[in-house]
């Protein structure tokens, strides 16, 4: 009822089910954030679902109860699983989890808005506010907070740890810890002996790999030369790690990356600053193993042109103890003079 004089209030209804939509839209649609805005924009979507929350409990009647949902889906939260029509076997706990999910199979989806973009996506883990937020793929796993935020159609990808966010578009592949992890432990490898496996590498960005040495994967072969010459201008050195990396301060030999990249630049490995970090002893084996193989020739040479010589010279023998002998043999006999005669 309007007081006498005063114009009506003009009012636009806005139902329960319409404000959740909006609410949850601005979670699932929000344009992803850059590592530099991340803390900031993570602590006002806290705020954001406090005040969301407090909202939601105000209200009766929802979600619907435990067993409510059809083809051995689970949801529990605001707009969890809420564009569903024949997708079975999913998953959904927390605001706006699996929140497009319409034909997608056993789908799992625990926290904020996690897998909330997939919408036929099947076989996929994400537990963690945000976790697999745009993904579209399949057989992704992300464990943590914005874990494999970031991934949007791969496939098979496995994201562990808080910001491990993934690339777009990537596919089979592992990321576990953010940048800010500085070590790693991994029981049960040290003392274990695997017989004809490769060497593990690790590059600047983390990537751990094997060395390939198959022509499948090769160009430009050719023989190495006079190219594995620069290693015999290496200077071998001891030394010992400072205190913070080696306690025990055990002896160690080998070469110092700065060193050598005054001689051959690609024998070192590099930081991901750019700065000199190690020396690719692999290589160096190879070169060293060059260089014997050339050392190797020479003697074998050498051996050959002795036993020549060698040969020459019995020969030579030979001749002389011949002609020698044919020297005694072509003597006039000796006369004895008889003294009376």
């Given at each position: 009822?309007?007081?006498?004089?005063?114009?009506?209030?003009?009012?636009?209804?806005?139902?329960?089910?319409?404000?959740?939509?909006?609410?949850?839209?601005?979670?699932?649609?929000?344009?992803?954030?850059?590592?530099?805005?991340?803390?900031?924009?993570?602590?006002?979507?806290?705020?954001?679902?406090?005040?969301?929350?407090?909202?939601?409990?105000?209200?009766?009647?929802?979600?619907?109860?435990?067993?409510?949902?059809?083809?051995?889906?689970?949801?529990?939260?605001?707009?969890a699983l809420f564009s569903n029509i024949t997708g079975n076997a999913n998953t959904a706990i927390g605001v706006g989890a699996l929140y497009k999910n319409t034909t997608g199979v056993s789908n799992t989806a625990t926290g904020m808005a996690a897998l909330g973009s997939t919408t036929s996506g099947f076989s996929n883990t994400a537990i963690g506010a945000r976790a697999l937020l745009i993904a579209t793929g399949d057989y992704n796993v992300a464990l943590g907070d914005s874990a494999g935020e970031f991934l949007s159609t791969g496939d098979n990808n496995i994201d562990i740890g808080y910001n491990v966010v993934g690339v777009k578009g990537e596919s089979n592949t592992i990321r576990i810890g953010n940048t800010d992890i500085i070590a790693?432990?991994?029981?049960?490898i040290s003392g274990q002996t695997v017989v004809g496996g490769a060497a593990v590498f690790v590059d600047s960005n983390g990537k751990l790999g094997t060395m390939t040495a198959s022509t499948r994967f090769s160009d430009e072969i050719k023989p190495m030369d006079k190219a594995s010459e620069a290693i015999l201008t290496l200077k071998p050195v001891t030394f010992r790690y400072k205190q913070e990396i080696d306690s025990k301060s055990i002896r160690q030999f080998g070469l110092i990356a700065e060193e050598v990249e005054k001689v051959y630049p690609d024998l070192i490995v590099r930081?991901?600053?750019?700065?000199?970090?190690?020396?690719?002893?692999?290589?160096?084996?190879?070169m060293l193993l060059n260089e014997f193989l050339k050392e190797h020739g020479?003697?074998?040479?050498?051996?050959?042109?002795?036993?020549?010589?060698?040969?020459?010279?019995?020969?030579?023998?030979?001749?002389l103890q011949k002609v020698s002998a044919e020297l005694e043999a072509s003597k006039p006999a000796s006369q004895v003079v008889n003294n009376n005669q």
């Open positions: 009822m309007n007081l006498p004089g005063v114009a009506p209030s003009r009012t636009r209804p806005r139902t329960y089910k319409t404000r959740k939509k909006t609410a949850v839209d601005g979670i699932l649609h929000r344009t992803t954030r850059s590592r530099a805005r991340r803390t900031v924009l993570n602590k006002t979507f806290v705020v954001m679902m406090t005040g969301l929350f407090s909202f939601v409990s105000s209200e009766a009647g929802i979600p619907p109860p435990d067993g409510g949902n059809a083809n051995g889906n689970t949801a529990e939260g605001t707009q790693t432990y991994i029981r049960g930081d991901k600053e750019g700065k000199p970090y190690s020396v690719r002893y692999d290589q160096v084996n190879a020479k003697v074998e040479k050498l051996e050959a042109s002795v036993a020549r010589q060698q040969k020459q010279i019995e020969t030579l023998t030979a001749g």
